[in-house]
Protein backbone atom coordinates (compact mmCIF):
# COMPACT_ATOMS: atom_id res chain seq x y z
CA UNK A 1 0.00 0.00 0.00
CA UNK A 2 1.46 3.41 -1.31
CA UNK A 3 1.79 6.13 1.26
CA UNK A 4 -0.27 9.51 0.79
CA UNK A 5 1.26 12.64 1.32
CA UNK A 6 0.01 16.28 1.44
CA UNK A 7 1.63 18.37 -0.89
CA UNK A 8 1.17 21.98 -1.14
CA UNK A 9 1.27 23.70 -4.84
CA UNK A 10 -0.13 27.35 -4.25
CA UNK A 11 -2.84 27.50 -1.39
CA UNK A 12 -4.04 24.66 -2.03
CA UNK A 13 -2.99 21.52 -0.96
CA UNK A 14 -2.92 18.04 -2.99
CA UNK A 15 -2.42 14.84 -2.21
CA UNK A 16 -0.13 13.25 -4.67
CA UNK A 17 0.78 9.40 -3.92
CA UNK A 18 4.36 8.49 -2.98
CA UNK A 19 5.33 5.80 -5.40
CA UNK A 20 7.37 2.49 -5.00
CA UNK A 21 8.20 -0.48 -7.70
CA UNK A 22 5.54 -2.72 -6.27
CA UNK A 23 2.97 -0.41 -7.44
CA UNK A 24 4.63 0.49 -10.50
CA UNK A 25 4.64 -1.77 -13.48
CA UNK A 26 8.06 -0.66 -15.48
CA UNK A 27 6.90 -1.25 -19.78
CA UNK A 28 9.85 0.15 -21.38
CA UNK A 29 12.79 3.10 -21.53
CA UNK A 30 11.33 6.13 -23.34
CA UNK A 31 14.74 8.14 -23.17
CA UNK A 32 17.48 9.59 -21.57
CA UNK A 33 18.74 12.89 -20.74
CA UNK A 34 21.87 14.68 -18.75
CA UNK A 35 20.49 13.52 -15.35
CA UNK A 36 18.04 10.92 -15.75
CA UNK A 37 16.19 8.14 -17.49
CA UNK A 38 12.41 8.22 -18.39
CA UNK A 39 10.30 5.40 -18.16
CA UNK A 40 6.87 4.18 -19.69
CA UNK A 41 5.15 2.85 -16.23
CA UNK A 42 1.57 1.45 -15.21
CA UNK A 43 0.39 2.53 -12.06
CA UNK A 44 -1.44 -1.00 -11.15
CA UNK A 45 -4.01 0.32 -9.06
CA UNK A 46 -5.06 2.52 -11.66
CA UNK A 47 -4.58 1.16 -14.68
CA UNK A 48 -3.11 4.52 -15.85
CA UNK A 49 0.05 4.58 -18.37
CA UNK A 50 2.81 7.35 -16.84
CA UNK A 51 6.49 8.37 -17.98
CA UNK A 52 8.24 8.48 -14.51
CA UNK A 53 11.25 10.83 -15.18
CA UNK A 54 14.32 9.02 -12.53
CA UNK A 55 17.43 10.77 -11.45
CA UNK A 56 19.91 9.01 -9.86
CA UNK A 57 20.88 10.51 -5.98
CA UNK A 58 24.53 9.89 -6.45
CA UNK A 59 24.29 11.35 -10.09
CA UNK A 60 22.85 14.74 -8.15
CA UNK A 61 25.43 14.39 -5.46
CA UNK A 62 28.37 14.22 -7.87
CA UNK A 63 27.57 17.33 -10.06
CA UNK A 64 26.54 19.67 -6.83
CA UNK A 65 30.06 19.11 -5.42
CA UNK A 66 31.34 22.23 -7.39
CA UNK A 67 28.47 24.50 -6.37
CA UNK A 68 27.34 23.37 -3.29
CA UNK A 69 25.54 19.69 -2.19
CA UNK A 70 21.87 21.45 -1.84
CA UNK A 71 21.75 23.22 -5.19
CA UNK A 72 20.89 20.25 -7.21
CA UNK A 73 18.88 19.02 -4.94
CA UNK A 74 17.16 22.61 -5.19
CA UNK A 75 17.00 22.09 -8.84
CA UNK A 76 15.31 18.54 -9.27
CA UNK A 77 12.87 19.59 -6.00
CA UNK A 78 12.16 22.64 -7.60
CA UNK A 79 10.76 20.79 -10.65
CA UNK A 80 8.27 18.51 -8.75
CA UNK A 81 7.37 21.35 -6.97
CA UNK A 82 6.60 23.30 -10.22
CA UNK A 83 4.78 20.48 -11.46
CA UNK A 84 2.20 20.91 -8.64
CA UNK A 85 1.14 23.91 -8.93
CA UNK A 86 -0.31 23.06 -12.95
CA UNK A 87 -4.04 22.77 -13.11
CA UNK A 88 -3.48 23.60 -17.59
CA UNK A 89 -4.51 21.25 -20.58
CA UNK A 90 -1.11 21.73 -22.01
CA UNK A 91 1.13 21.10 -19.08
CA UNK A 92 1.78 18.08 -17.27
CA UNK A 93 0.33 16.69 -13.90
CA UNK A 94 2.12 15.20 -11.40
CA UNK A 95 0.68 11.49 -10.49
CA UNK A 96 2.84 11.16 -7.97
CA UNK A 97 6.45 10.58 -6.56
CA UNK A 98 9.32 8.44 -6.30
CA UNK A 99 12.03 8.47 -3.57
CA UNK A 100 14.47 5.34 -3.05
CA UNK A 101 18.00 4.61 -1.29
CA UNK A 102 19.38 5.47 -4.57
CA UNK A 103 16.67 7.16 -7.09
CA UNK A 104 14.34 9.91 -6.86
CA UNK A 105 11.64 10.42 -9.81
CA UNK A 106 8.57 11.57 -10.61
CA UNK A 107 5.28 10.13 -12.60
CA UNK A 108 3.65 12.74 -15.52
CA UNK A 109 1.41 12.15 -18.22
CA UNK A 110 2.47 10.04 -21.00
CA UNK A 111 2.44 11.58 -24.17
CA UNK A 112 2.24 8.68 -27.33
CA UNK A 113 2.91 11.06 -29.83
CA UNK A 114 6.29 11.36 -28.79
CA UNK A 115 7.89 15.17 -29.67
CA UNK A 116 7.65 18.07 -32.26
CA UNK A 117 10.59 17.04 -33.25
CA UNK A 118 10.49 13.26 -34.45
CA UNK A 119 7.05 14.69 -35.85
CA UNK A 120 9.14 17.32 -37.81
CA UNK A 121 11.17 14.78 -39.54
CA UNK A 122 8.73 12.22 -40.08
CA UNK A 123 7.17 15.54 -42.77
CA UNK A 124 7.92 14.97 -46.26
CA UNK A 125 9.98 17.94 -46.01
CA UNK A 126 10.98 17.86 -42.74
CA UNK A 127 8.77 21.56 -42.62
CA UNK A 128 5.27 21.92 -41.66
CA UNK A 129 2.76 24.34 -43.55
CA UNK A 130 1.79 27.82 -42.11
CA UNK A 131 -1.15 26.46 -40.72
CA UNK A 132 -0.16 23.34 -38.85
CA UNK A 133 2.93 25.71 -37.44
CA UNK A 134 -0.27 28.19 -36.45
CA UNK A 135 -1.97 25.45 -34.40
CA UNK A 136 0.99 24.47 -32.20
CA UNK A 137 2.55 27.88 -32.04
CA UNK A 138 -0.95 29.04 -30.26
CA UNK A 139 -0.64 26.00 -27.90
CA UNK A 140 2.58 27.07 -27.20
CA UNK A 141 1.57 30.63 -26.63
CA UNK A 142 -1.29 29.91 -23.81
CA UNK A 143 1.24 27.62 -22.18
CA UNK A 144 3.45 30.23 -21.85
CA UNK A 145 1.28 32.64 -20.82
CA UNK A 146 0.21 30.49 -18.04
CA UNK A 147 3.48 29.95 -16.90
CA UNK A 148 4.35 33.47 -16.91
CA UNK A 149 1.26 34.35 -15.04
CA UNK A 150 2.70 31.76 -12.32
CA UNK A 151 5.58 33.85 -12.04
CA UNK A 152 7.83 30.79 -14.08
CA UNK A 153 10.05 31.52 -16.55
CA UNK A 154 10.64 28.44 -18.76
CA UNK A 155 14.17 28.84 -20.24
CA UNK A 156 14.00 25.65 -21.88
CA UNK A 157 11.75 25.88 -25.25
CA UNK A 158 12.93 23.42 -27.96
CA UNK A 159 10.89 20.88 -30.46
CA UNK A 160 11.88 17.87 -27.93
CA UNK A 161 10.39 19.35 -24.75
CA UNK A 162 7.20 19.73 -26.62
CA UNK A 163 5.41 16.68 -26.56
CA UNK A 164 2.37 15.44 -28.48
CA UNK A 165 -0.50 14.15 -26.17
CA UNK A 166 -2.58 11.02 -27.03
CA UNK A 167 -5.33 13.87 -28.31
CA UNK A 168 -3.09 15.73 -30.35
CA UNK A 169 -2.73 18.79 -28.41
CA UNK A 170 1.25 19.80 -27.60
CA UNK A 171 2.15 19.06 -23.85
CA UNK A 172 5.29 21.15 -22.46
CA UNK A 173 7.82 19.12 -20.32
CA UNK A 174 11.12 19.19 -18.49
CA UNK A 175 11.00 22.55 -16.32
CA UNK A 176 14.63 21.84 -14.54
CA UNK A 177 16.07 25.02 -15.74
CA UNK A 178 12.71 27.13 -15.23
CA UNK A 179 13.20 29.49 -12.74
CA UNK A 180 10.97 31.33 -10.59
CA UNK A 181 10.43 35.08 -10.92
CA UNK A 182 8.33 38.04 -10.11
CA UNK A 183 4.81 37.59 -12.19
CA UNK A 184 3.22 40.68 -13.75
CA UNK A 185 -0.10 39.68 -11.85
CA UNK A 186 0.38 38.50 -8.41
CA UNK A 187 -0.44 34.84 -7.53
CA UNK A 188 -0.78 32.76 -5.10
CA UNK A 189 2.40 31.50 -3.73
CA UNK A 190 3.48 27.75 -2.17
CA UNK A 191 2.91 27.89 1.74
CA UNK A 192 5.85 25.73 3.19
CA UNK A 193 4.43 22.95 5.40
CA UNK A 194 6.54 20.64 7.90
CA UNK A 195 6.50 16.84 7.21
CA UNK A 196 8.62 14.58 9.30
CA UNK A 197 9.18 11.13 7.93
CA UNK A 198 11.12 8.70 10.23
CA UNK A 199 13.43 6.22 8.97
CA UNK A 200 15.38 3.83 10.55
CA UNK A 201 19.10 4.21 11.71
CA UNK A 202 21.61 2.79 10.29
CA UNK A 203 24.30 0.66 11.72
CA UNK A 204 26.80 0.78 8.39
CA UNK A 205 29.70 3.94 8.10
CA UNK A 206 28.67 4.50 4.68
CA UNK A 207 25.12 5.32 5.16
CA UNK A 208 25.85 8.49 6.63
CA UNK A 209 25.81 9.90 3.24
CA UNK A 210 22.83 8.54 2.44
CA UNK A 211 20.79 10.14 5.11
CA UNK A 212 22.25 13.33 4.54
CA UNK A 213 20.92 12.96 0.86
CA UNK A 214 17.44 11.60 1.67
CA UNK A 215 17.28 14.45 4.66
CA UNK A 216 18.01 17.13 2.00
CA UNK A 217 15.89 15.82 -0.65
CA UNK A 218 12.95 15.41 1.84
CA UNK A 219 13.40 18.98 3.27
CA UNK A 220 13.20 20.55 -0.24
CA UNK A 221 10.92 18.63 -1.93
CA UNK A 222 8.53 18.76 0.85
CA UNK A 223 8.63 22.56 1.67
CA UNK A 224 7.20 23.97 -0.96
CA UNK A 225 9.95 26.26 -2.02
CA UNK A 226 11.66 26.69 -4.93
CA UNK A 227 15.44 27.85 -5.55
CA UNK A 228 14.55 31.15 -6.12
CA UNK A 229 13.98 30.87 -1.92
CA UNK A 230 17.55 30.62 -0.92
CA UNK A 231 20.65 32.13 -2.20
CA UNK A 232 21.77 30.01 -4.83
CA UNK A 233 24.63 31.34 -7.03
CA UNK A 234 22.95 30.01 -10.11
CA UNK A 235 19.94 31.84 -9.42
CA UNK A 236 20.48 35.13 -8.40
CA UNK A 237 18.65 37.87 -8.99
CA UNK A 238 18.85 41.63 -9.47
CA UNK A 239 16.47 44.59 -9.83
CA UNK A 240 14.67 45.32 -13.04
CA UNK A 241 13.16 48.53 -14.35
CA UNK A 242 9.62 48.04 -15.70
CA UNK A 243 8.77 49.30 -18.75
CA UNK A 244 5.20 49.51 -20.83
CA UNK A 245 5.13 45.73 -22.05
CA UNK A 246 2.65 43.16 -20.82
CA UNK A 247 5.16 40.76 -19.73
CA UNK A 248 7.98 42.55 -19.06
CA UNK A 249 6.77 44.14 -15.87
CA UNK A 250 8.27 41.97 -13.34
CA UNK A 251 10.49 43.03 -10.24
CA UNK A 252 13.25 40.75 -10.78
CA UNK A 253 15.76 39.11 -13.35
CA UNK A 254 17.53 35.99 -13.39
CA UNK A 255 21.48 36.18 -14.08
CA UNK A 256 21.61 32.06 -14.52
CA UNK A 257 23.60 30.93 -17.89
CA UNK A 258 21.16 28.07 -18.68
CA UNK A 259 19.26 27.02 -21.82
CA UNK A 260 19.76 24.98 -24.61
CA UNK A 261 22.71 26.52 -27.25
CA UNK A 262 20.87 26.95 -30.17
CA UNK A 263 17.73 28.25 -28.93
CA UNK A 264 19.22 30.99 -25.95
CA UNK A 265 18.31 34.40 -26.03
CA UNK A 266 21.18 37.43 -26.32
CA UNK A 267 20.55 38.40 -23.10
CA UNK A 268 21.52 35.15 -21.16
CA UNK A 269 24.71 35.11 -23.69
CA UNK A 270 25.86 38.86 -22.56
CA UNK A 271 24.98 37.62 -18.59
CA UNK A 272 23.04 41.18 -18.33
CA UNK A 273 20.40 39.57 -16.39
CA UNK A 274 17.02 37.97 -18.27
CA UNK A 275 13.46 37.88 -17.69
CA UNK A 276 10.32 36.17 -19.32
CA UNK A 277 11.00 37.43 -22.64
CA UNK A 278 13.73 34.62 -23.46
CA UNK A 279 10.58 32.48 -24.26
CA UNK A 280 9.43 34.70 -26.72
CA UNK A 281 12.94 34.11 -28.17
CA UNK A 282 12.84 30.82 -28.09
CA UNK A 283 9.66 30.77 -29.39
CA UNK A 284 11.20 32.54 -32.35
CA UNK A 285 14.08 30.21 -32.94
CA UNK A 286 11.31 27.13 -32.40
CA UNK A 287 8.47 28.47 -35.33
CA UNK A 288 11.68 29.27 -37.54
CA UNK A 289 12.48 25.46 -37.37
CA UNK A 290 9.31 24.08 -37.83
CA UNK A 291 8.95 26.58 -41.27
CA UNK A 292 12.44 25.96 -42.68
CA UNK A 293 13.46 22.76 -41.16
CA UNK A 294 16.54 24.24 -39.41
CA UNK A 295 17.41 26.65 -36.58
CA UNK A 296 18.35 30.31 -37.64
CA UNK A 297 21.74 30.78 -36.11
CA UNK A 298 23.32 27.77 -35.80
CA UNK A 299 27.28 27.88 -36.08
CA UNK A 300 29.74 25.27 -36.74
CA UNK A 301 30.62 25.73 -32.78
CA UNK A 302 29.25 26.87 -29.45
CA UNK A 303 31.43 29.96 -29.80
CA UNK A 304 30.26 30.63 -33.52
CA UNK A 305 26.41 30.03 -32.68
CA UNK A 306 26.61 32.15 -29.95
CA UNK A 307 27.93 35.40 -32.25
CA UNK A 308 25.64 34.69 -34.62
CA UNK A 309 23.07 34.67 -32.33
CA UNK A 310 24.43 38.12 -30.59
CA UNK A 311 24.94 39.90 -34.31
CA UNK A 312 23.16 38.14 -37.28
CA UNK A 313 19.66 38.57 -38.53
CA UNK A 314 17.44 35.35 -39.22
CA UNK A 315 17.54 34.68 -42.65
CA UNK A 316 14.01 34.99 -43.37
CA UNK A 317 14.15 33.63 -47.17
CA UNK A 318 10.85 33.25 -49.27
CA UNK A 319 7.83 35.85 -49.85
CA UNK A 320 6.37 38.62 -47.18
CA UNK A 321 4.02 36.40 -44.91
CA UNK A 322 2.70 37.12 -41.16
CA UNK A 323 4.52 34.01 -39.98
CA UNK A 324 7.88 35.33 -40.75
CA UNK A 325 6.66 39.06 -39.58
CA UNK A 326 5.85 37.23 -36.32
CA UNK A 327 9.12 35.30 -36.29
CA UNK A 328 11.01 38.44 -36.88
CA UNK A 329 9.52 40.36 -34.19
CA UNK A 330 10.43 37.39 -31.89
CA UNK A 331 13.66 36.92 -32.80
CA UNK A 332 14.36 40.65 -31.79
CA UNK A 333 17.80 40.79 -30.10
CA UNK A 334 16.87 43.87 -27.44
CA UNK A 335 14.41 41.95 -25.20
CA UNK A 336 12.95 45.78 -24.51
CA UNK A 337 11.70 46.02 -28.21
CA UNK A 338 11.15 42.20 -28.39
CA UNK A 339 7.50 41.45 -29.03
CA UNK A 340 5.54 40.69 -25.85
CA UNK A 341 2.50 38.54 -24.63
CA UNK A 342 -0.34 40.82 -25.84
CA UNK A 343 1.39 42.00 -29.49
CA UNK A 344 1.36 38.11 -30.37
CA UNK A 345 -1.99 37.21 -29.32
CA UNK A 346 -2.56 40.23 -31.44
CA UNK A 347 -0.46 39.26 -34.22
CA UNK A 348 -1.59 39.12 -38.28
CA UNK A 349 -0.43 35.53 -38.05
CA UNK A 350 -3.12 34.88 -35.27
CA UNK A 351 -6.14 36.93 -37.25
CA UNK A 352 -8.30 33.74 -37.41
CA UNK A 353 -8.10 32.86 -33.45
CA UNK A 354 -8.76 36.62 -31.95
CA UNK A 355 -11.31 36.27 -29.24
CA UNK A 356 -11.05 32.43 -29.69
CA UNK A 357 -7.80 31.93 -27.66
CA UNK A 358 -9.90 29.96 -25.08
CA UNK A 359 -11.33 27.19 -27.34
CA UNK A 360 -7.77 26.68 -28.93
CA UNK A 361 -6.93 23.81 -26.31
CA UNK A 362 -10.19 22.32 -27.09
CA UNK A 363 -9.87 22.08 -30.91
CA UNK A 364 -11.27 18.57 -31.62
CA UNK A 365 -8.95 17.92 -35.19
CA UNK A 366 -5.12 18.30 -34.32
CA UNK A 367 -3.21 17.98 -37.05
CA UNK A 368 -2.01 15.01 -35.83
CA UNK A 369 -3.18 12.38 -33.58
CA UNK A 370 -1.39 9.41 -32.44
CA UNK A 371 -2.48 5.84 -32.84
CA UNK A 372 -3.41 4.17 -29.51
CA UNK A 373 -0.86 2.20 -27.82
CA UNK A 374 -0.97 -0.62 -25.64
CA UNK A 375 2.35 -1.98 -23.31
CA UNK A 376 4.26 -3.89 -26.09
CA UNK A 377 5.97 -6.91 -25.65
CA UNK A 378 8.32 -5.05 -23.57
CA UNK A 379 6.08 -4.97 -20.67
CA UNK A 380 7.00 -8.83 -20.13
CA UNK A 381 10.13 -8.50 -19.36
CA UNK A 382 11.04 -7.51 -15.81
CA UNK A 383 13.18 -3.98 -15.65
CA UNK A 384 15.64 -3.10 -12.97
CA UNK A 385 15.14 0.75 -13.41
CA UNK A 386 18.32 1.06 -10.46
CA UNK A 387 20.28 -1.08 -12.67
CA UNK A 388 19.33 0.64 -16.22
CA UNK A 389 20.29 4.60 -14.47
CA UNK A 390 23.85 2.50 -12.80
CA UNK A 391 24.49 1.79 -16.01
CA UNK A 392 24.19 4.76 -17.70
CA UNK A 393 25.22 7.50 -15.29
CA UNK A 394 27.53 5.03 -12.72
CA UNK A 395 30.82 6.10 -13.92
CA UNK A 396 29.88 9.58 -14.12
CA UNK A 397 30.21 9.23 -18.18
CA UNK A 398 26.63 10.50 -18.91
CA UNK A 399 27.54 14.35 -19.29
CA UNK A 400 30.80 13.48 -21.36
CA UNK A 401 29.08 10.88 -23.75
CA UNK A 402 26.23 13.91 -24.01
CA UNK A 403 28.35 17.11 -24.78
CA UNK A 404 26.90 17.16 -28.52
CA UNK A 405 23.43 18.77 -27.78
CA UNK A 406 25.14 21.82 -26.30
CA UNK A 407 22.68 21.92 -23.29
CA UNK A 408 24.80 24.16 -20.87
CA UNK A 409 24.41 25.38 -17.41
CA UNK A 410 25.88 27.81 -15.36
CA UNK A 411 29.48 26.72 -15.08
CA UNK A 412 28.93 26.00 -19.00
CA UNK A 413 28.79 22.07 -19.01
CA UNK A 414 28.14 20.96 -21.95
CA UNK A 415 25.10 17.92 -21.71
CA UNK A 416 23.03 16.24 -24.25
CA UNK A 417 19.51 14.98 -23.99
CA UNK A 418 19.50 11.74 -26.11
CA UNK A 419 16.02 10.30 -26.79
CA UNK A 420 15.63 7.07 -28.06
CA UNK A 421 14.60 6.70 -31.76
CA UNK A 422 12.14 4.22 -31.30
CA UNK A 423 10.17 2.69 -34.41
CA UNK A 424 7.55 4.82 -36.08
CA UNK A 425 4.30 2.99 -36.12
CA UNK A 426 2.39 6.60 -36.48
CA UNK A 427 1.07 8.50 -39.34
CA UNK A 428 1.52 11.51 -39.45
CA UNK A 429 -1.96 13.91 -41.36
CA UNK A 430 -0.36 15.44 -44.30
CA UNK A 431 0.00 19.22 -43.45
CA UNK A 432 -1.54 20.26 -46.54
CA UNK A 433 -4.91 18.38 -45.81
CA UNK A 434 -4.95 20.28 -42.09
CA UNK A 435 -6.59 23.95 -41.86
CA UNK A 436 -6.97 26.14 -38.37
CA UNK A 437 -9.08 28.56 -37.65
Known amino acids: MDQEERQRGGDDAVSVPRFNFQRLKVISPLGRGAKGVVFLVKDQETEELMALKVISKDLI ?67 FSDDVIRFYAAELVLALEYL ?49 VSKSASVHKNNKTKKKRSSLFHSFCNSGISPDDFNAPAETETSAKPDNRTDSDTSGKSNSFVGTEEYVAPEIITAKGHGFEVDW ?68 FFRGIRGRWDSVAQLPRPPYIPEEVGEGTDGNKKIDVESVVEGIFGNGGGEEENKNNHKYEQEENVNKRVWKEEPNHHHPTQPDAFSVF
Not at 91 to 101: A, R
Not at 297 to 322: C, D, M, Q
Open 281 to 348: WSLGVLLYEMLYGTTPFRGSNRKETFYRILTKAPELTGEATPLRDLIKNLLEKDPKQRIGLDEIKGHE
Open 148 to 196: HGLGVVYRDLKPENVMIQENGHIMLVDFDLSTKLSPSVKTPQPAPRSNS
Open 61 to 127: HRKGKDGGDGDEYRRVCFEQQVLRRFDHPLLPKLHGVLDTEKLVGYAINYCPGRDLNSLRKRQTERM
